[in-house]
């Protein structure tokens, strides 16, 4: 694929303007409020009108199914009609070996094809707001560029800041990297508290748990508990619940631990997608694809779960 090949050679500089434009095209979306057939508030994309999804999860360097994924859905046919929707879940970097090829691909694609793509963001692309280990990304940036890997790194971690962090799906879905936020009145007023989200220079919980928290079956009175990452939450399926009900949506799809492709909790209400097996030998790789008029009957997870697409 050519632009396997791009992204294996871009030179320090070449990188450098790649990252420099997809900020610009993220900057714009953000400025105009608006992506074909949807609308963009801060860091809150509802989509309103598409044709054909698809979505995928966690790659962690893992830039083989990423280019495998990009040509069984031959993404240039795709993409090229702007209501087709790519949906990226996050976590691009860090415990794999070809971080920087996704960050690259995903960047041109995202600057190519603005109204098609979109870019969610991981709690490996937050290391500054909420650190944590394996980050092994610099490293990466430095074993390739030498000493431009500051410069890189630094650039990279603004076009982070631009991501998105939630994105509604013709009320049909809600997409997010990590989990649900555990207070009610964040899922009451979702719109004004995943907007702004990201602007909080201080630590924020609603950037927090949307980026770490994970889903357990938890007692319906407790509702939430302190989760064994450090960050984030664990939340209960009275959680799932209400913010199914605050957004319209059937069912929730986030990416952020390894499965076998996919995994169904809280009674089907939320579905966890997973997109490399590199780094995971004793996980499947998947995708999500289907079209708008399978969407619009889907009534829960599980039924989504047909549409799940493996990697073999
Ligand atoms: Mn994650």
């Given at each position: 694929?050519?632009?396997?090949e ?9 990188f450098?303007?790649?990252i420099r434009e997809?900020?610009y095209?993220l900057?714009e ?10 609308r ?5 994309l509802e989509?309103?009108?598409?044709e054909?999804?698809?979505?995928i999860?966690?790659?962690h360097?893992?830039?083989k199914?990423?280019?495998?994924i ?6 240039e ?9 790519l949906v990226?879940l ?17 960047c041109?694609?995202k ?5 098609s793509?979109i870019v969610?963001?991981?709690?490996h692309?937050a290391?500054?707001e909420?650190p ?7 490293y990466?940036?430095e074993d390739r560029?030498?000493n431009?890997?500051r410069?890189?790194?630094?650039e990279?971690?603004?076009?982070f800041?631009l991501l998105?962090?939630a994105?509604v ?6 997409l997010?990297?990590g ?7 964040a ?5 004004e508290?995943?907007?702004f ?7 924020n ?12 079956q938890?007692d319906?009175?407790k509702g939430q508990?302190?989760s ?9 399926p009275?959680v799932?619940?209400?913010?199914l009900?605050a957004?319209g949506a ?10 076998q ?5 809280h009674?089907?209400?939320i ?9 995971y ?19 829960d997870a ?6 799940v697409?493996?990697l073999a």
């Open positions: 694929m050519q632009l396997a791009s992204a294996k050679n871009a030179d320090a500089s070449e450098m303007h790649k997809a900020e095209a900057q979306g953000r400025r105009k409020k608006n992506i074909a057939g949807g963009i508030n801060g860091g809150l989509v309103y009108e598409l054909n999804l698809v979505i999860s966690d790659l360097g893992d830039s199914s990423l280019f495998r990009l040509s069984e859905i031959n993404y046919q795709f993409l090229s009609k702007e209501l087709n929707k990226f996050g976590d691009y970097i860090d415990r794999g070996s070809d971080s920087l090829s996704i960050i690259y691909s995903v041109y694609l600057s190519t094809y603005p109204d793509v969610m963001r991981g709690n692309e290391p500054g909420f944590f280990s394996p980050h092994d990304f610099p990466e940036i560029f030498g431009r890997w410069e890189i790194y630094k990279i971690l603004s076009m800041r998105t962090l994105t799906v013709r009320q049909k879905l809600l997010v990297h989990g649900l936020p555990t207070e009610d009145a899922a009451e007023n979702f719109r508290s995943i907007a989200a990201h602007e909080s220079q201080v630590r919980s609603v950037l927090e748990e949307i980026l770490w928290n994970d889903p357990r938890i319906e009175n508990e302190k064994r990452r450090g960050l984030g939450r664990y939340f209960g009275n799932t619940r209400t913010w009900q957004t059937k069912a929730v799809v986030r990416g952020h631990e390894p499965c492709g996919f995994r169904l909790d009674d089907n209400m579905m966890t997608l997973f997109s490399c097996s590199d780094v030998p004793n996980s499947a790789a998947a995708y999500l694809m289907l079209n708008a008029a399978k969407l619009d009957t889907i009534k599980k039924e989504l779960s047909v549409h697409k493996f």
